[in-house]
């Protein structure tokens, strides 16, 4: 049902409209900028109901929405009630106007047959209200719940899940043939992904044309328990930033991945990943899937697995201050550009005990080799790892300082592998402190070349520092020193 309020407003409304001039000189545009219309869901207040200009009747919900966007001028906005919306269509803002809630718990827009939201303009914002979407066929699958193609939008304030009948709750994609241009300049603030069948967050590039996203930035947001619920595909991660495009600037602060099938925050290998910052952000518990109980097969997808904290492979990623705890593969893993300051892995393997064909690390870089320095460690740690604290292979250019170990479970005996290809891991340097009474070797350094080791191991072990292998090795700087101080 549509409900225009009574002619009383529309004449107060002219009056007001008259009497500006005589008080505050205002454009058109300026009074354009200011419109606002309101949508009711049919269990609103009564209160809500007589105050707003469109009532819904719970079927169909989208359609009184719609001709509340399509009233709107530029730079208007349209604010939906309390309650719940019942939508079966798409709905898609017109450039330069804003689709508001009275918040995430408070307004809740739930859409059915194919039904979600559309940014195909610029300068949309959506704020305040949840989604959740199901049931989708075959030919939007591909899509989000909230789908984003065109540039200068801002996503604030929206909780969102869905099935595991389309691709992302939240999806950032170039298609062409919605949005020709670059697509750049698009933030999420307060956003949250829980209990979905599919991606949380998820950037993608259609065509061949302005694949590269730019300028993007996530504060305060979350994926949560992505893929629990089923499984969209066998590859659910929390935040995916780079699957078929490139990526040039992102910032991501104070975000958070939980629970999730595969990655907490993910980037792809072969798209070009660059000035990209994750700040403050922690990953929790994710690579829910199941190891895989054959080895790995670069052919056979069943035997790929990711099971990571942050999964970073060749990208220029600089992560500032985050946290891995109990993430079931490898709490980091970053290559070829990578830069950690201030990290900290916990408990990597966790949740999982047949290490046959997956062996977990706090640490993980191979291959590493390509950019000089291909990777920087700077004040990193690693406590309880349950295999690896850290391990690095087919690398060179590797800069390593002030990195701690503490108490690391290895793998084979060993705490920390570092090379083990013949001539592999080379031109490096590796400042380390390393603890722990749960394997012989603590620090493994096979087949280095041109490799300086610096620091201080403690551990009882006549084992504790190995060098094998490999030539102009220099430890003159490694102390090793007895567990009980002696």
């Not at 170039?174 to 307060?190: K, Q, W």
């Not at 975000?255 to 099938?261: I, M, Q, S, T, V």
């Not at 047949?354 to 590493?368: L, Q, S, V």
Request: aromatic fraction near 10%; hydrophobic fraction near 35%; charge should be negative.
């Amino acid at each position: 049902m549509t409900e225009r309020r009574n002619i009383f407003r529309l004449a107060a409304v002219l009056l007001v409209c008259c009497l500006i001039p005589a008080f505050s000189p205002v454009s058109a545009a300026e009074s354009a900028t200011g419109a606002t219309l309101t949508v009711a869901a049919s269990d609103s207040t009564e209160l809500s109901k007589n105050q707003a200009d469109y009532v819904c009747d719970g079927v169909d919900d989208h359609v009184e929405i719609r001709q509340a966007l399509a009233a709107l001028p530029e730079g208007g906005k349209v604010v939906l009630s309390e309650g719940t919306f019942n939508c079966a269509g798409i709905l898609a803002p017109a450039g330069g106007t804003t689709l508001s809630g009275q918040g995430p718990d408070a307004t809740n827009l739930v859409f059915t047959r194919d039904g979600r939201i559309n940014v195909d303009r610029e300068y949309v914002t959506l704020d305040g209200f949840s989604v959740k979407g199901s049931g989708y066929s075959s030919g939007v699958k591909w899509l989000g719940v909230v789908t984003v193609r065109a540039s200068h939008a801002e996503i604030h304030n929206i909780t969102g899940t869905a099935d595991t009948t389309i691709q992302a709750v939240f999806l950032l994609i170039h298609d062409p043939a919605v949005y020709a241009p670059t697509l750049e300049d698009v933030e999420f603030v307060n956003c949250k992904a829980v209990d979905t069948g599919t991606y949380g967050f998820l950037h993608n590039a259609w065509g061949t044309t302005n694949k590269t996203i730019k300028d993007v930035r996530y504060e305060n947001c979350a994926a949560i328990n992505c893929g629990k619920f089923g499984a969209f595909n066998p590859w659910i991660t929390g935040f995916d930033f780079a699957e078929l495009n490139d990526m040039d600037g992102l910032y991501v602060k104070d975000c958070h991945a939980e629970g999730n099938l595969e990655s907490g925050f993910h980037f792809e290998f072969d798209p070009k990943v660059t000035n990209a910052v994750l700040e403050n952000c922690t990953s929790v518990n994710n690579g829910q899937k199941p190891y895989p109980t054959v080895p790995y097969k670069q052919s056979d997808m069943s035997t790929h697995y990711f099971g990571c904290g942050y999964y970073a492979p060749n990208c220029d990623v600089t992560f500032i201050n985050c946290t891995a705890e109990g993430n079931s593969l490898y709490g980091f893993y970053a290559t070829n550009g990578g830069k950690l300051y201030n990290c900290v892995e916990k408990e990597s393997g966790a949740g999982k005990t047949d290490y046959t064909h997956r062996k977990p690390a706090g640490y993980y870089a191979i291959p590493t080799r390509s950019v000089n320095p291909s990777l920087v460690l700077e004040n990193c740690t690693s406590i309880d790892s349950h295999g690896y604290g850290i391990q690095i292979d087919l690398a060179k250019n590797v800069q390593i300082k002030n990195f701690q170990m503490i108490n690391p479970a290895g793998i084979g005996g060993k705490g920390a592998s570092l090379g083990g290809t013949n001539g592999q891991f080379s031109d490096s340097s590796v400042d380390i402190i390393a603890s722990g009474d749960l394997v012989e070797t603590l620090v493994w350094a096979k087949n280095n070349q041109n490799v300086e080791y610096t620091g201080e191991v403690t551990s009882d072990s006549d084992r504790a520092f190995v060098v094998e292998g490999g030539g102009d090795v220099r430890t003159t700087g490694m102390k090793v020193v007895p567990a009980d101080g002696a």
